[in-house]
């Protein structure tokens, strides 16, 4: 057997064992293989080589492919931090939830949506929080919810070129055999039917299997219920001259509405009352709907607990809950006395007492033993905060803050990277970095969090693998597959083979990162289709979609598994539910995208 085959074989097999195992760190990992690849050995010849040259092996760090999955995730995060799919995806969200297969179906399109053009980690990220409150609001189960979002974000990842890193990386290798990669939309005629088919068979046949289990109520939610808090009508508001009651009711069933402060008059809730500009209205409820109202352009915090606007345009702000110590100084102090902002720079957005309601008006009330305080601050002000002997910080959250020009700038460069790729004036690697480099120019994401906001790890490993690949077709390894496979299946014709290839491919992003299976079976699909003297296109674009097709267990995908602790699953849920979605997408890629790509 050739000595390079059996190289390539142990350190695919180590790989593999490390990849499953989690033994070693995935970019560690990826960073020995490239490694292997250039570490010289004796040869039949008498010379000492690797099996790639130094610059063979270092490649992956200034491809193509990698450049645009570090740009996707700054990107992504512009859009995160500009508040702009929060707002936009609470809005569609409370839209649907009428009923429950309503928001079942409206978590499925969102997520679905948002994923083809932002990291599909990121899309679970940001949608749970928002899940999670609509469950809190409704009474529903999140466990009902939370797996649709997740395999909404995979779907999603399975349309465009940007959709998932797998999709770029097997693009690039199409690119470098036969001169073009994928367009932006080549993968979405098969995604689109692969999302129709899959979305109905979740929402008809596999909802039936998701738990009802409700979640346990943590202390972070118990103290929400009760923060008292007030807000004052701006002037800008478009809910002027609207009747307070209905203004309040669609805030959510968990929102009371305690009072009105009228000039120096405080007035009872009442029907007749309507908004007007300066009222302050005395409000309880979660934590949640209160930073949504700092947000909105109908209301501010009340005069003495006012945010500046350069604060709440901060990307660096957090919400943190904290409960006044046992023989704290400020006990018998009103939030006016205690100079929280002065002293730590958070401002007080609410206050809650246990076991009792409050009559008074938050910024009024002596503070008793035990109460609950909801905080907003800069980040950085957070260390002299726990340090508050006065305070016990129970939680800490970001606060994602709405700023409007620049989620509409942000927005625009989406637009305008969906444009120009699909009429070819300008190509996603290029116009793809450049909107990463605007939004940094343009501080939606922060210099300071550049280098936090991508996930290195992705980077590291994409980097590490690529090589791999290279070596794969440089060895002759890939076109001696793809003869073996030709041979075994020739009499199938090339259906066959992309079937088998497909399935392949689907088996193997269970248990390996999308990336690699994409890494280590490109090249070999591209050879069987050359040795049938086919497009190879067809096997290429198959495979990006069955990669992505990471449904049946929690540990195949990222996003599988950040649901998996707060849905409440066991690993039979996603066999159950996800492997329906798995065998669906095999056998509707295997045979629909010959006819739209013809061999």
Same mark, same amino acid.
């Given at each position: 057997? %050739?000595p390079?085959?059996?190289?390539?074989?142990? !350190? /695919?097999?180590?790989?593999? @064992?490390?990849?499953?195992?989690?033994?070693?760190?995935?970019?560690? &990992?990826?960073?020995?293989?490239?490694l292997?690849?250039i570490?010289p050995?004796?040869?039949?010849?008498?010379h000492?080589?690797?099996?790639?040259?130094p610059?063979?092996?270092?490649s992956?760090?200034?491809s193509?492919?990698?450049?645009? =999955?570090?740009?996707?995730?700054?990107?992504?995060a512009?859009?995160?931090?500009?508040?702009?799919?929060?707002?936009?995806? *609470?809005?569609v969200l409370?839209?649907?939830?009428r009923?429950?297969?309503?928001?079942?179906?409206?978590?499925l399109?969102?997520?679905?949506l948002?994923?083809?053009?932002? %990291?599909?980690?990121?899309? =679970?990220?940001?949608?749970?929080?928002?899940?999670?409150? /609509?469950?809190?609001?409704?009474?529903?189960?999140?466990s009902?919810?939370?797996?649709?979002?997740? @395999?909404?974000?995979?779907?999603?990842? #399975?349309?465009?070129?940007?959709?998932?890193?797998?999709n !770029?990386?097997?693009?690039?290798?199409?690119?470098?055999q036969?001169?073009?990669?994928?367009?932006?939309?080549?993968?979405?005629?098969v995604?689109?039917?692969?999302f129709?088919?899959?979305?109905?068979?979740? +929402?008809? $046949?596999?909802?039936?299997?998701?738990?009802?289990?409700?979640?346990?109520?943590s +202390?972070e939610?118990?103290?929400?219920?009760?923060?008292?808090?007030?807000?004052?009508v701006?002037?800008?508001?478009?809910?002027?001259?609207?009747?307070?009651?209905?203004?309040?009711?669609?805030?959510?069933?968990?929102?009371?509405?305690m009072?009105?402060v009228?000039?120096?008059?405080?007035?009872?809730?009442?029907?007749?009352?309507?908004?007007?500009?300066?009222?302050?209205?005395i409000?309880?409820?979660p934590?949640?709907?209160i930073?949504?109202?700092?947000k909105?352009?109908d209301?501010?915090?009340?005069?003495?607990?006012?945010l500046?606007?350069?604060?709440?345009r901060?990307?660096?702000? $957090?919400?943190?809950?904290?409960?006044l110590a046992?023989?704290?100084n400020?006990?018998?102090?009103? *939030?006016?006395e205690?100079?929280?902002?002065?002293? @730590?720079?958070?401002?007080?957005?609410?206050?809650?007492?246990r076991?009792?309601?409050?009559?008074?008006?938050?910024?009024?009330?002596?503070?008793?033993?035990g109460?609950?305080?909801?905080l907003?601050?800069? =980040?950085?002000?957070l260390?002299?905060l726990?340090?508050?002997?006065?305070?016990?910080?129970?939680a800490?959250?970001?606060?994602?803050p709405f %700023?409007?020009?620049?989620?509409?700038?942000?927005l625009?460069l989406?637009?305008?990277?969906?444009?120009?790729?699909?009429?070819?004036?300008?190509?996603?690697?290029?116009?793809?970095?450049?909107?990463?480099?605007? =939004?940094?120019?343009?501080?939606?994401v922060?210099v300071?969090?550049?280098?936090?906001?991508?996930?290195?790890?992705?980077v590291? &490993?994409a980097?590490?693998?690529?090589?791999?690949g290279?070596?794969?077709?440089?060895?002759?390894?890939?076109?001696?597959?793809?003869?073996?496979?030709?041979?075994?299946? #020739?009499?199938?014709?090339?259906?066959?083979? /992309?079937?088998?290839?497909?399935l392949?491919?689907?088996?193997?992003?269970?248990f390996?990162?999308?990336s690699?299976?994409?890494i280590?079976l490109?090249?070999?699909?591209?050879n069987?289709?050359? !040795?049938?003297?086919?497009?190879?296109?067809?096997f290429?674009?198959?495979?990006?979609?069955?990669?992505?097709?990471?449904?049946c267990t929690?540990?195949?995908?990222?996003?599988?598994? +950040?649901?998996?602790g707060?849905?409440? @699953?066991r690993?039979?849920?996603?066999l159950?539910?996800?492997g329906?979605?798995?065998?669906?997408t095999?056998?509707?890629t295997t045979? /629909?995208?010959p006819q739209v790509?013809?061999?």
């Amino acid at each position: 057997m %050739n000595p390079e085959y059996i190289a390539l074989v142990l !350190i /695919l097999g180590g790989a593999l @064992y490390l990849f499953w195992t989690q033994k070693v760190r995935m970019d560690v &990992t990826a960073l020995g293989v490239m490694l292997a690849l250039i570490v010289p050995w004796p040869r039949p010849d008498g010379h000492w080589r690797g099996l790639l040259t130094p610059a063979e092996g270092f490649s992956g760090f200034g491809s193509v492919a990698v450049v645009m =999955v570090a740009a996707m995730f700054v990107f992504g995060a512009a859009l995160a931090r500009t508040g702009a799919t929060e707002l936009w995806g *609470l809005r569609v969200l409370r839209v649907c939830a009428r009923t429950e297969l309503g928001l079942q179906a409206g978590v499925l399109a969102s997520t679905t949506l948002v994923s083809m053009f932002v %990291n599909d980690t990121t899309v =679970v990220i940001l949608f749970l929080p928002l899940i999670m409150t /609509l469950c809190r609001e409704r009474g529903w189960s999140p466990s009902r919810f939370l797996m649709i979002a997740a @395999y909404g974000s995979l779907l999603g990842g #399975q349309w465009t070129l940007i959709g998932t890193r797998s999709n !770029i990386i097997i693009s690039d290798i199409l690119r470098q055999q036969t001169g073009a990669g994928f367009g932006f939309f080549d993968l979405t005629p098969v995604a689109a039917a692969v999302f129709v088919v899959c979305g109905a068979a979740l +929402l008809l $046949v596999g909802r039936r299997f998701l738990p009802a289990e409700e979640r346990g109520e943590s +202390l972070e939610d118990r103290l929400a219920r009760h923060y008292l808090t007030e807000v004052m009508v701006t002037p800008r508001s478009g809910l002027l001259g609207r009747p307070i009651r209905e203004v309040v009711a669609a805030l959510g069933p968990e929102v009371a509405w305690m009072g009105l402060v009228r000039g120096q008059e405080r007035l009872p809730p009442a029907d007749w009352l309507h908004l007007q500009a300066g009222d302050v209205l005395i409000l309880q409820g979660p934590v949640p709907v209160i930073g949504g109202l700092l947000k909105s352009r109908d209301f501010q915090l009340q005069e003495e607990l006012a945010l500046n606007d350069r604060t709440l345009r901060s990307v660096d702000l $957090v919400t943190v809950e904290a409960i006044l110590a046992p023989r704290s100084n400020y006990v018998g102090r009103t *939030l006016e006395e205690v100079r929280f902002t002065q002293d @730590y720079g958070f401002t007080v957005l609410g206050i809650a007492r246990r076991g009792r309601s409050l009559e008074e008006r938050p910024a009024q009330t002596p503070l008793q033993e035990g109460d609950s305080l909801l905080l907003l601050g800069h =980040v950085t002000a957070l260390p002299r905060l726990a340090a508050n002997p006065d305070l016990i910080v129970l939680a800490q959250q970001e606060f994602v803050p709405f %700023n409007r020009s620049r989620a509409v700038l942000t927005l625009g460069l989406l637009l305008g990277v969906v444009v120009t790729a699909a009429t070819g004036w300008l190509s996603p690697a290029v116009s793809i970095p450049c909107a990463a480099l605007i =939004v940094v120019l343009t501080d939606c994401v922060k210099v300071r969090d550049l280098y936090q906001v991508v996930d290195w790890q992705a980077v590291v &490993t994409a980097a590490g693998l690529i090589p791999f690949g290279l070596a794969v077709e440089k060895t002759g390894a890939a076109r001696d597959l793809a003869e073996l496979a030709v041979q075994w299946l #020739q009499g199938w014709g090339p259906m066959a083979l /992309l079937g088998g290839l497909c399935l392949l491919a689907l088996v193997l992003t269970h248990f390996v990162d999308n990336s690699a299976v994409g890494i280590i079976l490109a090249p070999v699909a591209y050879n069987v289709a050359v !040795i049938l003297g086919v497009d190879p296109k067809p096997f290429m674009v198959g495979m990006a979609v069955c990669i992505s097709a990471s449904f049946c267990t929690p540990f195949a995908h990222e996003s599988t598994i +950040l649901v998996m602790g707060p849905g409440r @699953y066991r690993f039979r849920h996603y066999l159950q539910v996800g492997g329906l979605l798995a065998v669906l997408t095999w056998l509707l890629t295997t045979w /629909l995208t010959p006819q739209v790509w013809p061999f």
